[in-house]
């Protein structure tokens, strides 16, 4: 069972648009979402945060919001920049241990 | 800032060896987790532990063994390896009072032939 999904694997942008990354979970309980970053043969490094108490986080060129009811959230980068192209991951948390990864979209930004 | 070591970064096994991934941070963190990622795949736990001492099994622990004697180590222990455990293992860690943030290790690839 999925709790954390990212529907699209892959998403292409041109240079100085916005990229908008999509993360659907089934949990009502996860109270903390993260978006990570993964370039190739790195670790997965932090982006951005929200708790479930905000519906929006924003961070220079990133902002996450969070829609509870619908139990999605997204992530914006404008403009987006060719050093963006990675992989993208979401995560959920629930207590103290209890991280749960989306698979990872992998965005492409086309200069 | 060295943040969390992960050694070695490559490694083949043969089909019923054993090794140990090694995993040392030096941010004193509490707590300190092992993941693997499968191609096409999220990051599954595979343990975790909240303190020196302390360890307890994540969503797929089977194959595996671990141990923390120290805040700094936390090594992954891989018994009779098979095909089945060839993937990324990427070990992370957070503070218990720093927020949710957890830090991740550049990986390692073991690949089981």
């Known amino acids: 069972d999925q709790q954390v999904k990212q529907n699209s694997p892959s998403l292409s942008v041109q240079e100085g648009r916005i990229s908008i990354l999509n993360c659907d979970y089934t949990n009502s309980m996860f109270d903390y979402f993260l978006w990570y970053k993964k370039y190739p043969a790195e670790g997965p490094t932090f982006l951005i945060s929200?708790?479930?108490?905000?519906d929006k986080n924003e961070d220079g060129r990133f902002t996450v919001f969070l829609n509870k009811s619908a139990k999605h959230l997204s992530l914006h980068i404008v403009p987006s920049q060719p050093g963006d192209s990675a992989v993208y991951f979401c995560?959920?948390?629930?207590?103290?241990?209890?991280?749960?990864f989306g698979t990872g979209t992998r965005l492409k930004v086309l200069a | 800032n060295a943040g969390v070591t992960q050694t070695p970064k490559f490694r083949i096994l043969k089909i019923g060896q054993s090794m140990t991934l090694q995993c040392t941070q030096d941010?004193?963190?509490?707590?300190m987790y092992w993941y693997r990622q499968d191609p096409g795949m999220g990051l599954k736990l595979i343990y975790y532990s909240v303190g020196a001492g302390i360890t307890d099994k994540g969503e797929v622990p089977n194959g595996y063994n671990v141990s923390r004697s120290t805040t700094e180590d936390f090594p992954l222990r891989l018994e009779l390896a098979a095909p089945s455990q060839t993937s990324v293992y990427f070990c992370?860690?957070?503070?218990?009072?720093?927020?949710?943030?957890?830090?991740f290790g550049e990986g390692s690839w073991l690949t089981v032939v």
């Open positions: 941010m004193n963190h509490n707590y």
């Open positions: 929200i708790s479930s108490i905000k």
């Open positions: 992370a860690s957070r503070n218990q009072g720093g927020g949710n943030t957890i830090y």
């Open positions: 995560a959920a948390v629930s207590g103290t241990y209890k991280y749960i």
